[in-house]
């Protein structure tokens, strides 16, 4: 090896470290007043994937780019109200198996042609032809075009929560096949938005639909970008890098309170931390020992520790903003009494509790759960699990104790304690036949004060049982540079972009 | 020379095979089903089995294996079950990143290293050389994770001078890559400094320096070309090594690298994109290894001679 | 790991002068040991209590209980010092237990190989190449994150690369023993082979081995804290360097004592076992791997 081979080589390496080097270079800058209003956002779901009917990637991703690119029938405003969005109305039969939606006149597609019912129905087919995690929620439930402006839907059982259901329905042209990885690569748009480029979990950048029906956005791009690590997720929204970030943890706040030009707000979402316990469990059989489980933890100290912007206590199963939401009388902290009941009932003290959960984020909140029960005695095997195993295990019951946080679809009772507590939904290995008779009754009726009557008495028992415990209501935190205005501060993540805009600094 | 590389080149192709066995296994024999993951908790078990048959999954395990050894033949390997691209594609678009770290950090390295390994090897067994020996065992026993960390706190939180982590511009390159520097570089010394030592005893360097030249200019018109050689392969297979090996330090400073995808993608029991990215970064280090070892005897006319 | 090759070869040199420089680094061994043993027992400290009133207090604040932190405390109000004590326990275990296996395997395998030659040699020596293909963290990394967590999923990771560097040495023993005259005598005389190699030829290992072992535990304590550190292999309820100082990330800008102590603690013992190894590799000189 001559000495100006060697050189060659390494002349070689340079080449290539310049040229790759290009692939990271050209990101930054973006969000600068110089390209016009372009926001650059980074929250907490990655995007894997845009086909909205699709089973592949992580369906918050999915929703999150979904709404922004597609239209849908009607969908949940920031505080969860439904409200008219491709669809101008919408109204039941007296049995509530029919529902007609009205679609607003003279709707298009990005591309020029004409959004008709008959899309509607195509999307609807085609999400019920995939079979993906979407369908099982309309079971029976078929679409039909009654007009080019009606769409009608059948379920053979009354179903008075569809219209919330019906929000994860994204409206595309009719002609896309079930398989189509390359048509989503740039799909037509009936949202705010289209897609100019898609990299799977990293980066969805968009410009504004001329066609969409609510006026064009005032953006000139919509970048939503996946940073993984919340330091510099933190980094970029000071330098100006990223200008909208949501899902920052509690003990990042204060710092960004202090610092100008930003401004921080928390709002509170629909989902609360929901620690089941399995009732299957012989030591956790009796509600008495569920109940004393629960007074033995000091979730008020906890939470105002470790959640002091987005934690919020609970006071029902339900989360306030979602329908069916009846307050309970809390339940206080109190270890002693805790202790003695446990003994009472004969707890077994030496056997420790199995305690899982999935994302690490929650890993200290559960370890000051567990910090709780030691105090008493009481001991508890924290397991955090892959997302893949924790699925499998929850279904299959080998846990005595559940966390999720656990948000309510469609901002409807129905898709809560309808869905996961009757006996035969076999999630919580709690069988109370009272409870199913309230929550079919409630699943059918008609008239919602009752509803909500029924939903209220069903919260009450599932509460006073200790079915689980309920702590926290957690809330979304946003930051963002004060330049920025006009989007909403979504309760469960998914900020609408369609009425932002960006004033120069 | 040739039936050298012939050999070797059969040897790579059994070793790829075997390393494609060892992931496809791996990932079978692990609890957790991927349509359960695709599918969520409320899915049905009529829909789980659908999705099953979809992904090939329910069909039997020897089947599944053949047809995934055709496939890799093509450097295909199926769609990503989680991200909306082939699996292939997945890797690749992560490649780049891993690379201009990966190569980044090799010319460091190769600059201090030679540097240092030239002050150590010229007077073998003077106290510089003991110094240095010394420097390089501790460079290379640091946690790479917490020399991240710790030069984040530096140079990122204190001084403010490199952005803490992520990918989005020239200058998050550096912190990762000097990171990655600390044990790489304490390796090229290292090997820069025994060829350079034992070169320097050889009787024509002792002649030169008897002819009165100073030892760096022997160092520089005589030694270094020869020490370089070792340099060189150490130089491929730890660059090999650090295409998915750097995934502590790519966790560190959230750098998008291979080593990430794959730790994401088992923990979604992804398999295309596990199978593909091992295996990506296993026939690039066989590769590697190969084109060493044929330079080496290319340079080593003993090793040529011998085959 | 990426960092094996250079460790264990291109040591040869600079073992003149060097007598007593392994005095230093086994004696900080020997107190991390000390450590690991006796630590717990005059260190009272439970992962599980959480007192969240102590929260992210600094390096030697008074705690809400009257006492002071010596390193400060972490997100859960619990102490950092007790918890790189606390640590060394997991790291030496590991550690140990790790390299255990690894030698135990690795010999045996290598002198079987060795001894045998032929076809088994070809095999084990495929084998070895196929691990080999893939960088030795990954491959800790895939095994370790798709089972439970727990102590003997992360020994069992650690090794399936561990072993290699022992078995290649213990085989180019073998092999060159092999030759000698009193082993031919000996199997002329009819002695078993296993016999063969356990009393006459293994003896020959020892001291190498010894030094390959030092170093072997360096580098597996370096990746069980590379591991955990990933949040990898060891269950919640643990106490190890690694899961303490992926803890503290977060906080680095406001707590930095909790990714600090325990990363320092860390290298302060892999430095001088590496410092330790260095030295044995030099007196024995024929610990290396490739």
Redesign the interface.
């Known amino acids: 090896m001559s000495i100006t081979t060697s050189l060659r080589a390494a002349g070689l390496l340079a080449i290539v470290l310049t040229v790759s080097a290009c692939s990271i270079g050209s990101g930054g800058g973006a969000g600068q007043t110089a390209a016009g209003q372009a926001i650059v956002a980074s929250g907490t779901f990655v995007i894997d994937n845009i086909d909205p009917g699709s089973a592949q990637g992580g369906s918050a991703g999915k929703e999150l780019a979904g709404q922004q690119i597609y239209g849908r029938l009607a969908k949940p405003d920031a505080s969860g109200k439904l409200v008219p969005d491709l669809a101008e109305a919408w109204k039941s039969s007296a049995d509530a198996k029919s529902w007609d939606f009205t679609l607003r006149g003279g709707l298009k597609f990005s591309d020029g042609s004409p959004l008709t019912a008959e899309d509607v129905v195509a999307s609807f087919d085609r999400l019920i032809q995939i079979n993906g995690p979407y369908a099982a929620n309309y079971k029976g439930v078929t679409a039909k075009a009654s007009s080019d402006i009606t769409v009608t839907f059948t379920a053979q059982a009354p179903d008075p929560a569809l219209p919330s259901k019906l929000t994860t329905l994204f409206v595309l042209p009719s002609g896309v096949p079930a398989d189509a990885a390359t048509y989503f690569a740039k799909p037509v748009a009936s949202g705010p938005f289209m897609v100019e480029s898609f990299k799977p979990s990293s980066e969805l950048k968009m410009v504004p639909n001329p066609n969409y029906w609510g006026g064009t956005p005032k953006v000139t791009s919509l970048t939503i970008r996946s940073i993984p690590d919340m330091a510099a997720k933190l980094a970029a929204l000071k330098t100006g890098e990223v200008d909208v970030v949501w899902g920052v943890p509690d003990d990042q706040i204060p710092a960004l309170q202090s610092g100008t030009g930003l401004k921080v707000e928390a709002v509170p979402s629909n989902g609360n931390f929901t620690m089941w316990f399995n009732s299957g469990t012989p030591s956790l059989k009796e509600a008495k020992v569920r109940k004393a489980l629960w007074q033995a933890v000091d979730f008020q100290t906890i939470i105002k520790q470790l959640y002091p912007v987005t934690g919020q206590p609970a006071d029902s199963p339900l989360a306030p903003t979602v329908f069916g939401y009846a307050p309970q009388t809390p339940i206080a902290h109190d270890p002693g009494a805790a202790k003695k009941a446990l003994e009472e009932a004969g707890y077994p003290f030496d056997k420790p509790l199995r305690l899982q959960f999935g994302q690490a984020q929650f890993k200290p909140f559960l370890q000051a759960v567990v910090s709780s029960w030691a105090k008493i005695g009481v001991k508890a095997d924290l397991l955090q699990k892959e997302q893949a195993v924790f699925i499998e295990d929850l279904l299959a019951m080998k846990w005595d104790v559940n966390f999720q946080l656990l948000g309510t679809a469609g901002y409807d009772a129905a898709t809560n304690l309808g869905r996961l507590y009757p006996c035969a939904a076999k999630r919580t290995g709690y069988c109370n036949p009272d409870l199913d008779e309230l929550l079919a009754q409630a699943g059918s009726a008609t008239d919602q004060n009752e509803r909500k009557e029924l939903y209220a008495q069903a919260s009450k028992i599932i509460w006073e049982d200790a079915v689980g415990m309920f702590p926290m209501t957690s809330k979304v935190s946003y930051v963002w540079n004060e330049n920025v205005s006009g989007f909403t501060l979504d309760a469960l993540g998914y900020p609408d972009f369609s009425k932002a805009s960006e004033w120069g600094n | 020379m040739l039936t050298l590389v012939i050999r070797r080149l059969l040897a790579g192709v059994i070793v790829l095979w075997g390393a494609a066995t060892l992931v496809f296994l791996i990932v079978r024999v692990v609890p957790g089903d991927p349509a359960t993951v695709l599918l969520g908790p409320d899915a049905e078990p009529g829909q789980i089995a659908a999705m099953r048959a979809q992904l090939g999954l329910d069909r039997p395990l020897l089947l599944q294996y053949w047809d995934y050894l055709g496939q890799a033949l093509h450097l295909e390997f199926g769609d990503s079950y989680r991200l909306a691209a082939s699996a292939m594609d997945a890797v690749l678009s992560r490649l780049p990143a891993t690379i201009d770290l990966t190569l980044t950090s090799a010319v460091i390295s190769v600059f201090a290293g030679l540097l240092l390994g030239s002050a150590a090897g010229i007077r073998a067994g003077s106290g510089q050389d003991r110094i240095v020996t010394t420097l390089t065992i501790v460079l290379q026993s640091f946690p790479t994770f917490w020399i991240g960390i710790m030069l984040i706190l530096v140079f990122a939180l204190g001084l403010r001078l490199l952005p803490t982590s992520g990918a989005q511009s020239l200058s998050s390159l550096v912190l990762p890559a000097v990171t990655l520097s600390f044990p790489f570089t304490a390796i090229v010394a290292r090997v820069a400094r025994s060829g350079i030592a034992e070169a320097m005893a050889e009787p024509y360097v002792q002649t030169a320096l008897s002819k009165g030249l100073t030892p760096r200019e022997v160092l520089t018109g005589h030694v270094l070309r020869n020490a370089l050689i070792p340099v060189i392969t150490v130089v491929g297979l730890q660059v090999g090594a650090l295409l998915g090996g750097a995934v502590v330090v790519e966790n560190v400073f959230a750098w998008p690298g291979l080593g990430t995808l794959i730790v994401e993608s088992v923990g979604n029991r992804d398999y295309a994109v596990v199978q593909a990215a091992t295996l990506t970064i296993a026939a690039i280090i066989v590769l590697l290894s190969l084109v060493a070892d044929l330079l080496y005897a290319q340079l080593d006319p003993r090793i040529r001679a011998a085959s | 790991?990426?960092?094996m090759?250079?460790?264990i070869?291109?040591?040869?040199?600079?073992r003149?002068?060097?007598r007593h420089s392994g005095l230093v680094p086994a004696v900080v061994i020997g107190l991390y040991l000390l450590v690991a043993v006796a630590g717990p027992l005059l260190i009272a400290y439970?992962p599980?209590?959480?007192p969240?009133?102590n929260?992210?207090l600094p390096p030697g604040a008074a705690t809400s209980t009257g006492g002071t932190n010596l390193l400060g405390t972490d997100?859960?109000g619990r102490d950092v010092f007790a918890q790189v004590v606390y640590g060394a326990r997991t790291s030496v275990l590991i550690g140990l237990t790790t390299v255990a296996v690894c030698l135990v395997a690795g010999v045996a395998i290598g002198c079987i190989a060795g001894y045998y030659r032929g076809w088994v040699d070809s095999v084990l020596t495929?084998?070895v190449?196929?691990?080999?293909?893939?960088?030795?963290?990954?491959l800790a990394?895939?095994?370790a994150?798709?089972?439970?967590?727990s102590l003997w999923v992360i020994i069992l990771a650690l090794s399936v690369t561990g072993w290699i560097s022992f078995a290649r040495m213990a085989r180019s023993v073998v092999l060159s023993v092999r030759e000698r005259y009193w082993i031919d005598a000996a199997r002329l005389m009819g002695v078993r082979p296993r016999r063969l190699l356990g009393r006459h030829i293994m003896p020959f290992t020892v001291g190498p081995l010894v030094a390959m072992a030092t170093l072997e535990f360096?580098l597996v304590v370096?990746a069980e804290?590379?591991l955990s550190?990933?949040?990898?292999g060891l269950?919640?309820?643990s106490v190890s360097w690694?899961q303490t100082?992926a803890n503290?990330?977060?906080?680095?800008?406001?707590a930095?004592w909790i990714?600090?102590a325990p990363?320092?603690a860390?290298?302060v013992l892999?430095?001088s076992?590496?410092?330790l190894g260095?030295t044995l590799t030099a007196r024995y000189g024929r610990a290396r791997s490739r």
């Open positions: 790991m990426t960092v090759p250079g460790f070869s291109g040591l040869a040199a600079a003149r002068a060097r439970d599980v209590q959480t969240l009133e929260r992210l997100a859960l495929r084998l190449d196929i691990l080999q293909a893939f960088p030795g963290i990954l990394i895939v095994i994150g798709v089972f439970t967590p360096a370096l804290a590379g550190f990933l949040g990898i269950p919640a309820s690694g100082v503290g990330k977060e906080y680095l800008s406001s930095w990714s600090a990363g320092l860390l290298s892999v430095v076992v590496g410092l260095d």
